[in-house]
Nanobody, 123 residues
Framework: QLQLVESGGGLVQPGGSLRLSCAAS????????IGWFRQAPGKEREGVSC????????NYADSVKGRFTISRDNARNTVYLQMNSLKPEDTAVYYC????????????????WGQGTQVTVSS
């Protein structure tokens, strides 16, 4: 079964940057669209960004457009989420997920999930 592991979370001041990584084991990510999602306490899981299998198509939530960039390195079997100009409202647990279908910001489309990494934006 595909296993995903997120890393790169942490505490950062408003306006700062973080880069999250989503690494896969046991299977290659080439055949999967990858999504990044986040969930803050008491809130529903929210789609942040996704990238197609080839990397040729991406999508972003309006709340992160212009600040976050998703990319993938299939040779390293890893997908990245570069997060710039972070705001306190970006604070959440961030998850990556994989699906054999298309890039989607709807969490129910995804079959495989990582355990999540905490991102806290605070001064």
């Amino acid at each position: 079964q595909l296993q995903l592991v997120e890393s790169g979370g942490g505490l950062v001041q408003p306006g700062g940057s973080l880069r999250l990584s989503c690494a896969a084991s046991r299977f290659t990510l080439d055949y999967y669209a990858i999504g990044w999602f986040r969930q803050a306490p008491g809130k529903e899981r929210e789609g942040v960004s996704c990238i197609s299998r080839s990397g040729g198509s991406t999508n972003y939530a309006d709340s992160v457009k212009g600040r976050f960039t998703i990319s993938r390195d299939n040779a390293r079997n890893t997908v990245y989420l570069q997060m710039n100009s972070l705001k306190p409202e970006d604070t959440a647990v961030y998850y990556c997920a994989a699906d054999r279908g298309f890039c989607s910001l709807y969490y129910r489309e995804y079959d495989y999930w990582g355990q999540g990494t905490q991102v806290t934006v605070s001064s």
